[in-house]
């Protein structure tokens, strides 16, 4: 009887144990960072993007042909061409963090220093473009 007590005292204790254990670990579980869209830098990754990209204050400009948009973009994004960047200025915010995109990263890096030369301080490039977008399992509207 005695053996019986200890045995299953010593498993009372196991078991105690093993729930202090499981709670703790879900006490010190670790939460993404949230992004601080005022200190993005010039070239940002999809995965920054995904995390802010429908947030107010936040624009997605798409640059590639409106072919190419119509073959996959992220839901939301405004589409200016490269091509009609320069005479369309007025329809791109100075008031908002503005993403720049296109297939691979090419045109929307020159697009970027485009509108830096224009006096824009808060523009950004997307690295990888739409690829990477969907590379990264992201969603895309076509």
Same mark, same amino acid.
């Given at each position: 009887?005695?053996? /019986? /007590?200890?045995?299953?005292?010593?498993?009372?204790?196991?078991?105690?144990?093993?729930?202090?254990?499981?709670? /703790?670990?879900?006490?010190?579980?670790?939460?993404?960072?949230?992004? $601080?869209?005022?200190?993005?830098?010039?070239?940002?990754?999809?995965?920054?993007?995904? /995390?802010?990209?429908?947030?107010?204050?936040?624009? !997605?400009?798409?640059?590639?042909?409106?072919?190419?948009?119509?073959?996959?973009?992220?839901?939301?994004?405004? !589409?200016?061409?490269?091509?009609?960047?320069?005479? %369309? !200025?007025?329809?791109?915010?100075? $008031?908002?963090?503005?993403?720049?995109?296109? %297939?691979?990263?090419?045109?929307?890096?020159?697009?970027?220093?485009?509108?830096?030369?224009?006096?824009?301080?808060?523009?950004?490039?997307?690295?990888?473009?739409?690829?990477?977008?969907?590379?990264?399992?992201?969603?895309?509207? %076509?």
């Amino acid at each position: 009887m005695i053996i /019986k /007590k200890q045995i299953f005292g010593s498993l009372w204790i196991v078991v105690l144990l093993m729930l202090v254990a499981c709670n /703790k670990g879900a006490q010190t579980a670790v939460t993404a960072p949230e992004v $601080d869209i005022a200190a993005l830098p010039d070239t940002v990754d999809v995965q920054t993007v995904s /995390k802010i990209w429908e947030q107010p204050g936040v624009l !997605l400009l798409d640059v590639r042909e409106p072919w190419e948009y119509d073959e996959g973009h992220i839901p939301g994004v405004i !589409l200016i061409p490269m091509n009609e960047v320069p005479h %369309r !200025l007025n329809e791109i915010p100075t $008031d908002q963090e503005v993403i720049v995109t296109c %297939r691979s990263g090419n045109r929307s890096g020159q697009i970027t220093d485009l509108l830096r030369q224009q006096g824009y301080t808060n523009v950004h490039n997307m690295a990888g473009g739409i690829v990477a977008w969907e590379a990264a399992g992201l969603p895309v509207e %076509r």
